[in-house]
Structures are given as structure tokens and as C-alpha cells.
């Protein structure tokens, strides 16, 4: 059985890498501090893990040709794993723990600036 093109994942690997940077430039222009990158679990990755006063965010970046269909590229799937990798971040970090805890998103579409979605989902 034949594969798809295998630079198709390369492809969508870098453009992954290169959508979590604007996103990181475009939080701390917002007055955010980046307190993690590539946040790995066993349970999930986070994208990006931020700050701001006393509260810590939780931030999932999409990339697609469309801010709609970046919204939407979140499933009910990821959001529990995301939840799950949010708790052991915040059991690593345990100075943390009295935190506000929110979900964010940054939709990233071609020539437009980023969308950050605050409080983009519910725990």
C-alpha cells in the first residue's frame, strides 16, 4: 500500500514550528511571559504555556488556511489532553497551583496578523 508524500509531514512539521513562533512574538507583545514551549507528556503537548500576573495560560496554536477552520481544527480529544497535560504542568510546578488557570488559542492563516482567543474553551 502506497504512502502519502513524505514531505508532506516535514512540510507540516516546520510550518508548526514556524506558526508557535509568531505566536510566542505575539503573546509577548501582549505583555505575556513564555514559561514553556513544547510542553511534553505522556498525557499531551502544550504549545505554549504563559503568564501574566497571576495567571497562567495554557495556549494551543493552529495554523490553517483560515482563521474558521483553525477554531475548529481543536476537537473534544485534544481538549481532554491538553487538560490532562495542563494538571501534571501545574504538579511540576507546584508555586503555580494558585494560578487562574485558562485555554487560550492563536489562529494563524496566511497574511493575516495572529488571533488570540482568550478563555478559548472551558476545563
Known amino acids: 500500500m502506497a504512502r502519502g508524500n513524505p514531505d508532506r509531514g516535514r512540510i507540516a512539521h516546520r510550518l508548526g514550528h514556524v506558526a508557535e513562533a509568531m505566536a510566542c512574538f505575539w503573546l509577548m507583545a501582549k505583555g505575556y511571559r513564555i514559561r514553556a514551549r513544547r510542553f511534553k507528556t505522556h498525557a499531551g503537548e502544550i504549545d505554549i504555556v504563559v503568564s501574566r500576573g497571576r495567571l497562567l495560560a495554557f495556549v494551543e496554536v493552529k ?8 477554531m475548529e481544527a481543536l476537537s473534544p480529544k485534544q481538549r481532554q489532553r491538553l487538560l490532562r497535560a495542563a494538571e501534571l504542568y501545574v504538579a511540576r510546578h507546584p508555586k503555580l497551583a494558585s494560578y487562574d488557570l485558562r485555554f487560550d488559542m492563536v489562529l494563524i492563516a496566511p497574511r493575516r496578523l495572529p488571533r488570540h482567543v482568550v478563555n478559548a474553551w472551558q476545563a
Open 63 to 70: 495554523a490553517r488556511p483560515d482563521f474558521d477552520r483553525a
